[in-house]
């Protein structure tokens, strides 16, 4: 997938550093996610779906990392295993070029190839960027965790966080019987 000014390709460990970089600007926030840190490589590789990893990276060089996404499952239980979860982060400082939009685009269609029928994505209610994005792609909210961990460090020091879950249902794959 191609853009004027950025394209997007699989994740590969060479980007792995700036993946963690933007990452980290997320953990800064507070707003993106419950961990207190990137995890290496190979446990980032071990708990995501690989093949729906992917990064967006300035045309001119290949190499400068915009923006990434995956998707890991939900649960190890067989039965879940269509049902993926989202991971999308953005540098600050490639917001409002579209990266986020074609980058959640080419996750729903690798998840469609991959015959997934569900993508999940956590998001703090606070979050007004990752909710308007996921509701621009068709996931609706199908509910909110109260109260699930209390978060120890940041701006939000000492308080309790809700979870809002939204949902993309995708086509479902022929299951033979």
Excluded at 18 to 24: A, G, L, W
Excluded at 45 to 64: G, L, R, Y
């Amino acid at each position: 997938m191609t853009s004027p000014n950025f394209l997007i390709r699989p994740l590969t460990k060479a980007d792995y550093p700036q993946v963690v970089e933007i990452y980290e600007h997320g953990l800064d926030t507070g707003h993106a996610t419950y961990e207190r840190h990137a995890p290496t490589w190979q446990k980032f590789s071990s708990v995501k779906i690989m093949e729906t990893a992917f990064v967006a990276v300035e045309a001119s060089d290949n190499t400068t990392v915009l923006g990434w996404v995956t998707a890991a499952p939900v649960s190890q239980r067989a039965v879940f295993h269509g049902v993926v979860e989202d991971s999308i982060y953005i540098h600050p400082d490639a917001r409002g070029r579209g990266v986020a939009g074609a980058l959640l685009d080419k996750l729903i269609e690798v998840c469609i190839e991959l015959e997934k029928w569900a993508i999940h994505s956590w998001i703090f209610p606070e979050n007004e960027g990752s909710k308007k994005l996921h509701q621009s792609r068709g996931f609706e909210k199908a509910g909110t965790l109260t109260h699930m961990a209390k978060m120890p460090y940041g701006e939000l020091k000492g308080h309790w966080r809700d979870t809002d879950i939204w949902e993309k249902l995708l086509p479902k794959p022929d299951i033979p019987v």
